[in-house]
């Protein structure tokens, strides 16, 4: 299901009670600075108070009951804000790092195109799904995670240095942010089919869980 913007006191105990897994997309908006102690956005900076209010407690207490998430883009600095990180406002202007935006030109095959590389942390969750220390991967964002969040290990960085991927190493169930756009043409990145297929497996444990029904995760593709 889509979920709406909420007010801010909505009961998120009992929508996540109800959830088998949440999946948070990407969008033009960025997660506004307050929420990590960052500098006051420009006042022309795209912001989106209402999704604000809504995913990052929402983001907590899925955590906290074990329901599976996995953050693509904007998710990954959702997951990463509401656990307790920070952000950097635009990756392109901190010494050392390249500009990781989006081109402006060209067709959306262009822009959603495989970027640059990404370097796995060895023998971690990336590393096997993919089986491989360095995969390419699509960049469209200006933000990126600047202090990880507390019980997050860094999954894979690019070559420049911009985490890329974290993972919540003490959660009861998968929880997962990737920087780049995993939805896109996934069935031709190893990489970010098998972050599918994991999630998926970790919502159908959640539905037994939940149900008491027999586990339906047999490893099956997603």
């Given at each position: 299901?889509?979920?709406?913007?909420?007010?801010?006191?909505y009961n998120f105990v009992d929508l996540a009670s109800r959830l088998d897994g949440l999946m948070l997309t990407g969008g033009r908006a960025n997660v506004e600075p307050h929420h990590y102690n960052g500098p006051p956005f420009p006042e022309d900076e795209v912001r989106d108070p209402p999704r604000d209010n809504t995913v990052l407690p929402l983001v907590r207490e899925c955590v906290a009951q074990g329901v599976p998430v996995f953050g693509s883009c904007r998710g990954i600095q959702e997951i990463n804000v509401a656990?307790?990180?920070?952000?950097?406002?635009?990756?392109?202007?901190?010494d050392g790092f390249n500009d990781h935006r989006m081109p402006?030109?060209?067709d959306?095959?262009?822009k959603f195109g495989e970027r640059h590389l990404v370097v796995t942390l060895e023998d971690g969750l990336f590393h096997k799904l993919c089986g491989?220390?360095?995969?390419?991967?699509?960049?469209?964002?200006?933000?990126?995670?600047?202090?990880?969040?507390?019980?997050?290990?860094?999954?894979?960085v690019s070559l420049d240095g911009v985490t890329e991927g974290i993972r919540h190493t003490s959660s009861k169930a998968f929880c997962?942010?990737?920087?780049?756009?995993?939805?896109?043409?996934?069935?031709?990145?190893?990489?970010?089919?098998?972050l599918w297929r994991e999630f998926g497996d970790a919502?159908?444990?959640?539905?037994?869980?939940?149900?008491?029904m027999k586990s339906l995760s047999n490893k099956m593709d997603s």
């Amino acid at each position: 299901m889509v979920i709406p913007a909420l007010a801010e006191d909505y009961n998120f105990v009992d929508l996540a009670s109800r959830l088998d897994g949440l999946m948070l997309t990407g969008g033009r908006a960025n997660v506004e600075p307050h929420h990590y102690n960052g500098p006051p956005f420009p006042e022309d900076e795209v912001r989106d108070p209402p999704r604000d209010n809504t995913v990052l407690p929402l983001v907590r207490e899925c955590v906290a009951q074990g329901v599976p998430v996995f953050g693509s883009c904007r998710g990954i600095q959702e997951i990463n804000v509401a656990m307790g990180g920070s952000l950097h406002y635009r990756v392109h202007e901190v010494d050392g790092f390249n500009d990781h935006r989006m081109p402006r030109e060209g067709d959306i095959e262009h822009k959603f195109g495989e970027r640059h590389l990404v370097v796995t942390l060895e023998d971690g969750l990336f590393h096997k799904l993919c089986g491989a220390r360095e995969i390419m991967v699509n960049s469209l964002h200006a933000q990126a995670v600047e202090t990880v969040a507390p019980g997050f290990e860094v999954e894979c960085v690019s070559l420049d240095g911009v985490t890329e991927g974290i993972r919540h190493t003490s959660s009861k169930a998968f929880c997962v942010g990737v920087q780049w756009h995993a939805e896109w043409r996934f069935e031709e990145n190893t990489l970010s089919l098998g972050l599918w297929r994991e999630f998926g497996d970790a919502c159908r444990e959640r539905v037994a869980a939940r149900t008491g029904m027999k586990s339906l995760s047999n490893k099956m593709d997603s």
